[in-house]
C-alpha cells in the first residue's frame, strides 16, 4: 500500500474513534442533565421470568420485558418497553453491573406503536458481555425522554453462566 495511502486510512480512524467518544460524552450528559425523576428500584420483579412494571411519579407507568429467557450473555436479545399514561418521545436503556464495571452498554429503542399520545411501545435489541463470575446483578435503567425532561426507572436481574 501506498505510504499516503495509509496516512490517510491512518487520520480517517483517528477521526471516527474520537467521533465516537464524543458522541456517547454527548449522550451520557444529556441523559444526566435533564433527569426530573429517579424511580425507586423494586427488587421484587424478576426480568428472568417476566416482564417487570414501575410506576412513575407522575401516574404513568413502564414496563420492561427482554426475551428470550433467561437472558443470554454475549447474544442478542430483544427489549421491550411499554409506557403508559406518559407522553415518552424517546426511550433508551443502559446496563450497567452493580458489582463490577463492565463498561459502556446501551440501546436506543425505536417506536413500534403509539395507541395514543399518552401510550406507546418501543422495541430494540441489546448485549451483554461475558462476566468472569458465574453470577452478576445487572441494572438496566430506562431513560424516558419526555417534554418536561426525562424519567429514569431502574430494573435489576441477575445473569449466570
Not at 496516512?7 to 483517528?14: A, D, N, P, Q
Request: glycine share 4%; charged share 20%; hydrophobic share 40%.
Amino acid at each position: 500500500m501506498e505510504r499516503r495511502t495509509l496516512l490517510m486510512l491512518l487520520i480517517s480512524s483517528c477521526l471516527i474513534i474520537i467521533l465516537a467518544i464524543a458522541g456517547y460524552y454527548k449522550i451520557e450528559m444529556a441523559k444526566k442533565s435533564n433527569i426530573i425523576a429517579r424511580v425507586e428500584l423494586d427488587k421484587s420483579c424478576d426480568l428472568q421470568e417476566k416482564p417487570c412494571q414501575l410506576k412513575l411519579p407522575n401516574g404513568g407507568e413502564v414496563t420492561l420485558s427482554i426475551e428470550p429467557r433467561p437472558i443470554p450473555l454475549v447474544q442478542k436479545f430483544t427489549i421491550d418497553v411499554k409506557t403508559r399514561n406518559i407522553d415518552a418521545e424517546a426511550i433508551s436503556v443502559d446496563f450497567k453491573g452493580t458489582t463490577m464495571n463492565m463498561g459502556p452498554n446501551s440501546a436506543t429503542l425505536k417506536l413500534i406503536q403509539q395507541s395514543n399520545p399518552s401510550s406507546a411501545s418501543f422495541s430494540g435489541s441489546g448485549m451483554l458481555p461475558v462476566c468472569i463470575r458465574n453470577s452478576m446483578e445487572w441494572q438496566a435503567d430506562i431513560y424516558i425522554q419526555t417534554s418536561d425532561g426525562i424519567y429514569v426507572a431502574p430494573f435489576v436481574f441477575v445473569t449466570t453462566h
